[in-house]
């Protein structure tokens, strides 16, 4: 396939990328590649799917990519960050540029370009929280159509930038299909995922795929201290259980982040101790809200992760500070393959989450997951 040949052609020719190309992303060297060499092809794609763990910066990638096509006064490899076109770019505020993200319909309706966009700018790792289930809704796809109709207002064509693009429903994804099949002279669409198998297949066939990784845990903790304020010393703490992911970082370092997983630790202590009362009664009182059911079902696995560890012996428990207490919970299992069911189990309740918001049924299924874990 085409994406593939490119990608294995360039592969004797990576010396040439300069090294300030997309600097900022310098552990994501297949995209930087892929890109450079789009670049000085002349052949900019009329649409990219920037796929990648979340959290690893696509869609910063994607703005850095296209502020540096549109400035009149790059240098060989990186935008001059101070003309009109990348001050404007920089600040959402470019007239080329068009970025639409999910969010809840009564939000687009309420607040389209307000407080969600402004959120979203100043922590573009993470999406805005939304109480409810948020979606790339059809109205979004018609603005983008009318944003393409007109040509660009300066050089470098028009962008359309679609983070979580497997967010689309599914009269979104039709209609948008309509546009990447006959996408406007100059036009350029770039989505981006964690999800890509979630998008339709007819989309992921219109785009040129290029693949992000998980980021070393030193880069994490060099963008947390840069881009974030983070100290050192807590950067260093929280990158050991970020995965690899900034967006993962923000979450777990946040205070809230300690309460959900209090909840969790001792929702797992319960179930192990065959306190089966207990767990009916969380999840009785348990909280009916989307951020919650997710912050709280990122905690639980960070801790089952670390129980499946302990129990096998092998690896590196990262929750630290609580290391005693899942080396316990670890010993209640007879077998590691027990504790690795329970960790797939919930892994895949997180996923359908994700498709299918439905806490009362989620903080069940959870129960019944981690009670089944131990009854063995
Ligand atoms: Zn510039």
Redesign the pocket.
């Known amino acids: 396939m085409h994406i593939f040949s490119s990608m294995e052609s360039i592969s004797d020719e990576k010396h040439s990328v300069p090294a300030d190309f997309l600097r900022a992303f310098s552990g994501q060297d297949d995209a930087r590649h892929f890109l450079w060499q789009a670049h000085i092809s002349g052949r900019i794609a009329s649409a990219y799917l920037f796929a990648g763990p979340s959290g690893v910066g696509k869609f910063l990638a994607a703005l850095e990519f296209i ?1 540096f096509l549109k ?4 240098s060989e490899g990186s ?5 009109q ?2 001050r404007t770019i920089t600040l959402w505020d470019n007239p080329d540029v068009f970025i639409i993200f999910p969010m809840p319909k009564s939000v687009w309706e309420s607040d389209s370009r307000g407080k969600s966009y402004d959120d979203f700018r100043k922590t573009p790792h993470l999406r805005p929280a939304f109480g409810k289930s948020s979606a790339i809704l059809l109205s979004m796809i018609r603005e983008v159509q009318q944003f393409l109709a007109t040509p660009a207002t300066s050089d470098g064509g028009k962008f359309v930038l679609v983070p979580d693009a497997h967010k689309m429903n599914k009269q979104s994804a039709n209609a948008f299909l309509k546009t990447l099949e006959e996408p406007p002279e100059d036009a350029h669409i770039i989505l981006s995922t964690d999800r890509a198998e979630a998008l339709l297949p007819t989309i992921r066939s219109r785009a040129q795929l290029v693949r992000f990784k998980r980021l070393s845990t030193q880069d994490v903790i060099r963008q947390l201290v840069d881009n974030y304020q983070f100290p050192p010393e807590r950067a260093d703490n929280v990158a050991s259980i970020a995965e690899g992911s900034i967006a993962k970082a923000l979450l777990v370092s946040s205070e809230e982040f300690q309460h959900f997983r209090n909840d969790a630790l001792k929702l797992i202590k319960n179930a192990a101790e065959k306190n089966i009362a207990s767990v009916w009664e969380w999840v009785a009182s348990a909280h009916g809200q989307l951020d919650y059911a997710k912050s709280f079902v990122a905690a639980l696995m960070s801790i089952a992760r670390d129980v499946v560890v302990a129990a096998s012996a092998n690896g590196t428990i990262l929750n630290t500070d609580i290391a005693e207490e899942i080396v316990h919970i670890a010993k209640r299992f007879d077998s590691k393959f027990d504790a690795l069911d329970m960790l797939k189990n919930l892994s895949s309740l997180q996923m359908d989450l994700d498709r299918n918001p439905q806490y009362a049924l989620f903080y069940g299924a959870i129960a019944t997951v981690i009670i089944k874990a131990f009854e063995k």
């Open positions: 502020k400035c009149p006064n790059r935008p001059c960050n101070n003309c076109s990348c």
